[in-house]
């Protein structure tokens, strides 16, 4: 375990933030937390660095998003010794006519993009000798945090929903947090997870609160671009719940192009769950319909309130990006799919993304040859509730006698030869 460090000089790269529901400008601390404007809605971190500083930092080579370091608002010196970032963005090759590429996140310490944010995080902690943190989670930010803290000394107060799939439980406990299932929903947990922060001074982590999540996040389109030969792909597809993936992209992609490095950004897509689809009704209120099922198996983006949806929806405005819902047959289809096809295990909340691309190719919204990225944001092995219920019941077992029964090819095999 690695032992806290003393803050730095000033403690962080920037001082400045604005509200991205209002623009108001605030001072940037490592206790930040949402404008005062009324609409709860996180501040964005003005940037530092230059395209100069990027290329300079890159010439070391280094193997996480701390290649990053000269557009992030903390030191590398005050990262985690996991390696976090610079995950695979794997070709899949030619669906229809679309080059399809997944990032998969999955390969991050604790199996999700959420590691990024953590990340960040942490190191903001660190820079500021906080020692302390909390966070609301429905499983995946929890376990994020968790494993970061773990490995610095942070200690770490999670609170989940009671619904969150037990793998997600098992790794923050595991990694030694202090957990709390609360008896309500994600929202619930996000007011409780506030209130303790206030009373007990703690750093609040939660998504779409802490404005250095966004910042972590962000990285992931740095690598996507960096992979790509610092060419934007033409869609980027972003499993959406409270938004702060999609405009932690969108902030990403924006930086690079102001800084000169890319020409465009790419057209953004919120993937959505159809029973918990909030943005989506807020981008087109008539794309959803008004009897639309409440609940979805993808967890991790099953946010009735979402914390970052103005800045969300301005990521859709400003690309010319689109909203996509997709039900829960479609979801669970897509794990299946990713898996078998590609080699890709992914959570539901991750499907949701790949559902989506095949819902806008099918409807032909994709120019022949264009670049679709999907983001893979968590790994399968985190929920594999919906999957083992969409299959069909267990056989019974085998005894060994009756290895003859499965020696003859399956029906498939004997049809393809």
């Not at 957990?179 to 009373?199: L, P, T």
């Not at 019974?396 to 090819?409: C, H, K, N, Q, S």
Request: proline share 7%.
């Amino acid at each position: 375990m690695r032992p806290l460090s003393a803050p730095g000089p000033g403690g962080l790269a920037t001082a400045q933030a604005a509200c991205t529901a209002c623009g108001r400008p605030h001072p940037l601390t490592a206790r930040t937390g949402a404008c005062g404007c009324g609409r709860a809605q996180p501040l964005a971190v003005r940037a530092p660095g230059d395209a100069a500083a990027l290329r300079a930092g890159l010439a070391g080579n280094v193997p996480s998003l701390w290649r990053y370091e000269a557009l992030l608002p903390v030191s590398r010196r005050f990262a985690s010794p996991l390696q976090v970032g610079w995950t695979p963005l794997v070709a899949c090759g030619r669906v229809g006519g679309v080059e399809l590429l997944v990032k998969d996140e999955t390969r991050n310490p604790s199996g999700s993009l959420k590691d990024r944010a953590s990340e960040v995080v942490v190191a903001v902690a660190r820079a500021h000798g906080i020692g302390e943190a909390i966070v609301a989670s429905t499983g995946n930010a929890a376990a994020s945090l968790a494993c970061i803290g773990a490995a610095t000394g942070l200690r770490v107060t999670v609170l989940v929903p009671e619904a969150t799939p037990v793998a997600k439980l098992a790794q923050a406990l595991a990694y030694g947090a202090t957990v709390h299932r609360v008896a309500g929903s994600y929202d619930d947990a996000v007011a409780m997870a506030g209130r303790i922060a206030a009373a007990r001074g703690l750093l609040d982590r939660t998504t779409g609160l802490n404005p250095f999540t966004r910042e972590g996040k962000k990285t992931c389109a740095f690598e996507i671009c960096e992979q790509m030969g610092w060419r934007a792909p033409d869609w980027v597809i972003v499993p959406t719940g409270d938004g702060n993936i999609l405009s932690a992209l969108w902030k990403g992609f924006g930086e690079l192009a102001r800084h000169g490095v890319v020409t465009a950004c790419p057209r953004l897509v919120a993937a959505q769950a159809l029973g918990s689809c909030a943005i989506a009704r807020a981008h087109d209120p008539g794309a959803v319909p008004a009897d639309a099922p409440r609940g979805t198996i993808a967890d991790s983006i099953a946010v009735d309130a979402p914390r970052d949806e103005a800045a969300a929806l301005a990521a859709l405005a400003r690309t010319r990006g689109v909203a996509v819902t997709v039900d829960d047959g479609a979801i669970a289809g897509a794990v299946r799919a990713l898996a078998s096809r590609f080699g890709l295990f992914v959570e539901p909340s991750s499907a949701a993304a790949y559902a989506a691309f095949e819902a806008l190719r099918g409807a032909g919204r994709f120019g022949p040859g264009e670049r679709v990225v999907c983001l893979a944001t968590g790994s399968g092995l985190k929920d594999v509730g919906p999957l083992l219920a969409a299959l069909p019941a267990a056989a019974a077992p085998v005894r060994p006698e009756e290895w003859r029964a499965l020696a003859a090819p399956p029906p498939a095999a004997r049809r393809a030869v």
